[in-house]
Every structure is written in C-alpha cells, then in structure tokens.
C-alpha cells in the first residue's frame, strides 16, 4: 500500500467519531434527507446491494482464500482477510447495538441498528481486502491503479445502494466508509509488519 493509504486511516477513524458526535444535528438531518431525495429509488445502484450481502462476501472471501493457499500458502493474508472481514463485522455489530440509531421509517425495514451501515463498511473490508492482493500480485503499475479505482468504485456502490432502497441513512453509510477503512488499514499495517519481520528471519 501506498505510505499515504495509513494516515488517511487516522483521518477517517476521526471523521467517524464525528459523525457519531453529530449525526442527530440538524445539518446531518439535512444532509441525510438530500441524499435520499437525490438517489432513493434509483434502480441501477439499489442491484449494488447484492454485492454487500453476507452470502455473497462469504462466497468471494472464500475464493480469496483458495487463490492464497493454491497461488502461495499465504496463511497470514488469509488470516488478513479473516481478521479484516470477519472480525470487522463483529466490530460493526458491536458498534451498532452500542450506539442504537433506529433506522429510517418505511415499510418492511429491517429490524437491526443502522448506524454505522454494515453494508459500507463490511463491503469496504472485503472488496479493498480482494484489491490489496490482487494488486499486490500484479507487476503493472496501471492495472494496479485500475484495480483500486474499480474497488473504490464497487464499495461506493454498495454503499449508496442502502440509501437507495431507504434501509439507511447517508450518515450511516458515511461512517461505515469511515469505520471500515480505519479497520482496514489497522489489519493491513499488523500484516505488512508481520510480512517485514519474516523477510528478516529468513536471510
């Protein structure tokens, strides 16, 4: 990862802490009421919210997890997918029920906390977890990019697509955004670190 991936971590976990401290504002109510009026209903993003179902994140972390053992028997970045995505959902669960925000009022909602999405965040975990390593295995500085761009691009969609179908607010996926790349560069710092140190042993 590029050295600027890490404090943009520090800059997100202070903007989730933010959010936290303001989302009941009347700018924030604002700001959730616009975003729904701009983008609910939109059926091109709301097909984006398959790609954060759990089923379909168990499914592509499992292939991940074939790709590492079969390509390199990389159980340490299995164990960074694990750690990413697996005990990043629990920490969405946990901040959910800590912080208790009810969900928008429609018809059918689901009955869980809404604040931070799991949706945002978790699919932030395993869409940039798949990216590291595949771009981690690619030589071509280009593709490299490309494949970031395209994991910004897939978990911003996933994101928007529980503002388009109501079953957030925007203040919600904002700070699963937040809260998942925080995470995220969390695991991948114990990891690059973990991979240095075993480089050292073995020359």
């Given at each position: 990862m590029?050295?600027?991936?890490y404090?943009l971590?520090?800059?997100?976990?202070?903007?989730?802490?933010?959010?936290?401290?303001?989302f009941t504002?009347?700018?924030?109510?604002q700001l959730?009421?616009?975003?729904?009026?701009?983008?609910?209903?939109?059926?091109?993003?709301?097909?984006?919210?398959?790609?954060?179902?759990?089923?379909f994140?168990?499914?592509?972390?499992?292939?991940?997890?074939?790709?590492l053992?079969?390509?390199?028997k990389?159980y340490?970045?299995?164990?960074?997918?694990?750690?990413?995505?697996?005990v990043?959902?629990?920490?969405?669960?946990l901040?959910?029920?800590?912080?208790q925000?009810e969900r928008?009022?429609?018809?059918?909602q689901l009955?869980?906390?809404?604040?931070?999405s799991?949706?945002?965040?978790?699919g932030?975990?395993?869409?940039f977890?798949?990216?590291y390593?595949?771009a981690?295995?690619?030589?071509?500085k280009?593709?490299?990019?490309?494949?970031w761009i395209i994991?910004?691009?897939?978990?911003?969609?996933i994101?928007?697509?529980?503002?388009?179908?109501?079953?957030?607010?925007?203040?919600?996926?904002?700070a699963?955004?937040?809260?998942?790349y925080?995470?995220?560069?969390?695991?991948a710092?114990?990891?690059?670190?973990r991979?240095s140190?075993?480089?050292?042993n073995?020359?």
């Open positions: 590029k050295k600027w991936f404090p971590g520090l800059v997100t976990l202070l903007g989730f802490v933010a959010l936290y401290i303001t504002s009347e700018e924030m109510i959730d009421r616009k975003m729904n009026e701009l983008i609910y209903g939109n059926q091109f993003i709301t097909l984006f919210h398959y790609l954060g179902e759990q089923k994140i168990v499914i592509m972390m499992l292939i991940l997890f074939a790709y053992w079969i390509h390199s990389n340490r970045g299995m164990l960074f997918g694990l750690f990413a995505v697996g990043g959902n629990v920490l969405n669960q901040l959910k029920k800590w912080i925000r928008p009022d429609i018809p059918n009955e869980s906390f809404s604040f931070p799991g949706h945002a965040m978790v932030l975990l395993y869409v977890t798949i990216a390593f595949a981690d295995h690619q030589s071509n280009k593709i490299r990019v490309l494949i994991a910004l691009f897939l978990t911003i969609l994101g928007l697509s529980r503002i388009a179908e109501s079953r957030h607010y925007a203040t919600d996926v904002f699963g955004w937040m809260a998942g925080t995470w995220f560069v969390l695991v710092l114990w990891y690059e670190y991979k140190i075993f480089k050292k073995i020359r």
